[in-house]
């Protein structure tokens, strides 16, 4: 049974910063369902690329049979690790559902990290970023906040009723975010 923790927030809240930290230091393999959809977007050969182009530059949320089944192959590349920090993911209702439908049995989910921050802060940081991606743009950025209000804090609400969020103020300097995050995982193993 592979542990879980998804790890949510608003885009440009600082998800795969502090992931590459948590995994450099506490052996959790980081799986980012937009790193995976944009390697699958490239893939040679992939019959999914132009659709995924299409969610992504939309802000929307590419169906969920197809970012799961990213996300479970990439699971099973490291069937040894401490566990998995699942990167902006589950998105939506679809998102969630068909989680439960492939993965139920399979994983044990831990807690939701909600790494929580302005939006006009994380709008520039994603404006100032400068990897390239196609969706850092006003346009599209005007959209993924649309989509993360109306569609992702709903599933934080729904985690959040089950007392499994743990939120993190992600507003402050990467090292003190950090501090507060390796704080929670070590409350969570404990127990
Ligand atoms: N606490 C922080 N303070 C200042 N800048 C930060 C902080 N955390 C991350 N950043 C910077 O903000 C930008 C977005 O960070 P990151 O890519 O980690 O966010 P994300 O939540 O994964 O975004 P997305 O949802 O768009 O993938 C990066 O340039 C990163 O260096
Ligand atoms: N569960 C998901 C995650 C992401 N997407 C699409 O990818 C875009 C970028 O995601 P980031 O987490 O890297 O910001 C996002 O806006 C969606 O279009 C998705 O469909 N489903
Ligand atoms: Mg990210």
């Not at 040679?44 to 192959?73: D, M, R, Y």
Request: net charge negative.
């Amino acid at each position: 049974m592979f542990n879980v923790v998804f790890v949510l927030g608003p885009p440009g809240s600082g998800k795969g910063t502090i992931c590459s930290k948590i995994q450099e230091n506490l052996g959790y393999v980081h799986l980012s369902a937009g790193d995976l959809l944009r390697a699958e977007r490239e893939r040679a050969g992939s019959q999914f690329g132009a659709l995924i182009e299409s969610h992504i530059k939309n802000g929307s949320i590419v169906p969920v049979e197809i970012t799961c089944s990213l996300l479970e192959n990439a699971m099973n590349l490291h069937k040894t690790a401490n566990g998995f920090l699942v990167d902006g993911f589950p998105r939506n209702a679809d998102n969630l559902s068909g989680w439960s439908r492939q993965m139920s049995g399979k994983v044990h989910e831990q807690f939701v990290l909600f790494l929580s921050c302005p939006v006009d802060i994380c709008i520039n940081r994603c404006l100032n970023r400068g990897e390239g991606r196609t969706d850092d743009n006003v346009d599209s950025l005007k959209k993924r906040v649309e989509t993360y209000n109306n569609q992702t804090f709903p599933i934080i609400e729904h985690f959040g009723k089950l007392n499994m969020v743990r939120e993190v103020d992600s507003e402050r300097p990467v090292e003190e975010v950090y501090e507060d995050v390796d704080k929670v995982f070590e409350a969570a193993n404990q127990k």
